[in-house]
Structures are given as C-alpha cells and as structure tokens.
C-alpha cells in the first residue's frame, strides 16, 4: 500500500488554483465591475493563498514529529492524522491516540516491521479500533448541527458587518440592512451542501487511499462555493437579479437577532457534546 | 466454527490488568507479553485501544516517560478500582472456568447417569 498524507494540501492548492480561474472568469465577463471587484478578489485570494501557507506548515509540522521514521511509516502517520479529523473526538483523545500511535510505529521501526503488518493491512480498521473507544465517525447529526452554526454564524457575521457599517448601531440600521436572498441562499448550500460533501471526501479519500490523479476528485465539491460565488456576480439577466438581490429581513429586529445567537450557541454547543 | 476473537474479547482486558498488576509496562511489550502467552492473533490494533478503555474507566493510569534507549513510552500501573476489578475478574474466571470445564469433561451427566 502507498500512503500519502497529504490530502488537505492537494485540497488547498486545488482550491487556489480554482478561485483564480473564477476571478479571471468574472474579469473577463463583467469588465464594469473591475473596480469594485479589484479589493474583493485581493482578499480572496490572499485568503486562498494564506490557506494554501497553513495547511503547508502544519504538513511541515506533523512530518517534523515523525521525521526519524522510515517513510512508509511517516506518510501512513500522516493519513491518520487526518481519517482521525473526520471522527468528532476531543483534541486530548485525539493527540492521545496520536501519541500511541507514535510510540507503535517507532517501535515497530525499530524490530523493523512493516506498516502493513502493523496495521494489519487495513489502515480505515486500524484508526476505527482507536477512535471507537473515544468517539465515533462523524454522523448525520453531528453534521447537521454543525452546518447550521457555519450558516448562522456567516448569516450573522454580514449583518453585523453591514451594521456597523453604517456608522451607528440603531434599530433602524438593523431594520434597514438587510440580506439578499442570493447570498443566503449560497451561504445554505455552502453549509448544507458542501461543507459535509468535502468532509466525507477527505474520509473516502483517506479511507480508500486515492492515489495520484484519483486526489483531484477532492476538488469537485469545491466547484459549488466557487461556482456560486462567479453566479452572484456574473449574473446579469433581469429576471434572475431580480431574485438574487431581493432583500430577506433577517435579523431585522433585536428579539430575532438575540434567538439567531442563541440558536448559534446552541448548536456549537451540540457539535461539542457531539465529541464526547 | 468458533468466534475465538468474541470469547477473547471477554477476557482481555481482566488478562491485561493481570500483566500490568505485576509491574508497570507499556503497551508494545505489553501486546509482545500476550503473544508469549499464547494469544499470538492480538497485536497493537487490540491491545492498544484496549489500554485506553480501560485507562477511561479508571482501572489504569498513565505515565509517559522517555527511554534511555529508544522512543518515548506511555507506562500503565493499576489503579485501586483497577485492582478491585481484578480480584472480581479473577474470582469469576474460576467460578466460570470450574463449571466450563466439568461441563466439557462431562462431569454432572456421569454423576447423573449413576
């Protein structure tokens, strides 16, 4: 078996690759945007790259633990590490199993053993035996509350956004700025849609140790934030804008701001006991 | 045919408390102890998470301590309730084990049969 490690900098750089290829897109069809656009996609990008940075260094920092391994051993590691951030177990049983597994492996180098016949063959069984005691695979559930506190907290992050922007923070202001239903729309199937499609990727990936060019298939979820990010903008049919932009009075009043919150709260909360 | 694995798994961890009762270990030489004993199907992918149910329960506790020779290691010595869960397994295996066995030898029945 060959072990790779590396699926969320495949992921990362994937990502890059494709949200310069929708600005480039969204350049060359919208020219009277350009200017308006221009700050947006600096920070996009910049966002993208610092991604494609992060995920880098923290490969660079989990290879560094592993460094005095033998190969197979180090990139098997690797996608442990990773198939155990598909499982909702705390980050102390998961740097504990982390931990044991680290001390399998270095012993096991050093009565030189292979990494198939110390993990029987079957890494997805090996890291099930561990995470079993400790957690289990992500569930329906606990993807469901999870995705509701991404769309609550982006829903509230804009309108706090636009709030504030305006200068003061007055009822009227909470009244008046409100959210297109295009953006809320994108931000429920960036959320609901994406968001678990990637998760589960990144476990088949590990699971099923895709090789090669089989790894670009971790890209075809990410056409969906990207494809409706260029569709808000590139849009340019009446009918349709008429429809992207019409405004939803969410949040338009301080009783339904404070229950958006609290529904915030208590899914964040659900994804934590979720882990226990 | 028999699912020794199920019936293992009943015993193993009152097998293991047994082993870390007699002195502190960690977990490789643990599982290479278990194979010396016989159980030579079980290797770190049991023994392993085993450790760490039992070390959730509070019948073991944990240390790491670095090796003078190799890697780090992560020692396991018995706790009180660790112990008291071991003189109860040890008390049912022999309950269990006498009536297995007289069961096998066919004992009650040739009692019976006279």
Same mark, same amino acid.
């Given at each position: 078996?060959?072990?790779?490690?590396?699926?969320?900098?495949?992921?990362?750089?994937?990502?890059?690759?494709?949200?310069?290829?929708?600005?480039?897109?969204?350049?060359?069809?919208?020219?009277?945007?350009?200017?308006?656009?221009? +700050?947006?996609?600096? #920070?996009?990008? =910049?966002?993208?790259?610092?991604s494609v940075v992060f995920a880098y260094e923290k490969y660079k920092r989990v290879k560094e633990r592993v460094s005095k391994l033998p190969k197979d051993?180090?990139? +098997?590691?690797?996608? #442990?590490?990773? =198939?155990?951030?598909?499982?909702?177990?705390?980050?102390?049983?998961?740097q504990n199993i982390l931990a044991m597994i680290l001390e399998i492996f270095e012993?096991?180098?050093?009565?030189q053993r292979t990494v198939d016949d110390v993990i029987g063959g079957n890494l997805a069984s090996f890291v099930d035996s561990f995470a079993n005691e400790t957690g289990k695979s992500q569930s329906p559930g606990y993807l469901f509350v999870y995705s509701t506190s991404l769309f609550l907290g982006f829903l509230l992050l804009i309108k706090v956004y636009k709030v504030i922007r305006t200068g003061s923070i007055t009822l009227a202001a909470l009244n008046n700025e409100t959210l297109d239903i295009g953006i809320v729309a994108a931000y429920f199937i960036i959320s609901y849609v994406f968001f678990p499609w990637l998760t589960?990727?990144?476990?088949?990936?590990?699971?099923?140790?895709?090789?090669?060019?089989?790894?670009?298939?971790?890209?075809?979820?990410?056409?969906?934030?990207?494809?409706?990010?260029?569709?808000?903008?590139?849009?340019?049919?009446?009918a349709w804008r008429s429809i992207i932009d019409r405004p939803l009075p969410l949040f338009a009043s301080p009783l339904s701001l404070v229950l958006g919150i609290l529904?915030?709260?208590g899914a964040l909360l659900l994804t934590r006991l979720h882990q226990r | 045919m028999v699912d020794r694995a199920q019936i293992l798994k009943g015993l193993l961890d009152g097998c293991i408390?047994?082993?870390?009762?007699?002195?502190?270990?960690?977990?490789?030489?643990?599982?290479?102890?278990?194979?010396?004993?016989?159980?030579?199907?079980?290797?770190?992918?049991?023994?392993?998470?085993?450790?760490?149910r039992l070390e959730k329960k509070g019948l073991v506790s944990a240390e790491t301590k670095k090796s003078s020779i190799g890697p780090s290691r992560k020692y396991f010595r018995l706790t009180l309730q660790g112990e008291a869960y071991l003189h109860?397994?040890?008390?049912?295996?022999?309950?269990?084990?006498t009536v297995v066995d007289q069961i096998m030898k066919g004992g009650i029945n040739s009692e019976l049969s006279r």
């Open positions: 078996m060959n072990y790779q490690g590396n699926n969320k900098l495949v992921l990362s750089i994937g990502t890059v690759l494709l949200i310069v290829v929708a600005l480039l897109v969204i350049f060359a069809t919208t020219p009277d945007a350009r200017p308006a656009l221009s +700050t947006l996609s600096g #920070i996009i990008v =910049l966002m993208a790259v610092l051993f180090q990139m +098997t590691y690797l996608d #442990i590490y990773e =198939l155990l951030g598909t499982y909702t177990i705390s980050k102390f049983d998961r012993h096991a180098s050093l009565d589960l990727s990144i476990r088949k990936s590990t699971r099923q140790q895709w090789q090669g060019a089989q790894k670009l298939r971790l890209l075809i979820p990410m056409f969906i934030p990207v494809g409706l990010m260029m569709a808000l903008i590139i849009i340019n049919d009446p529904i915030l709260f | 408390l047994k082993i870390i009762s007699q002195g502190e270990t960690y977990g490789y030489r643990l599982t290479s102890d278990l194979n010396e004993y016989g159980f030579k199907e079980l290797n770190e992918g049991s023994v392993y998470p085993s450790l760490i109860d397994f040890s008390k049912l295996w022999s309950e269990i084990s």
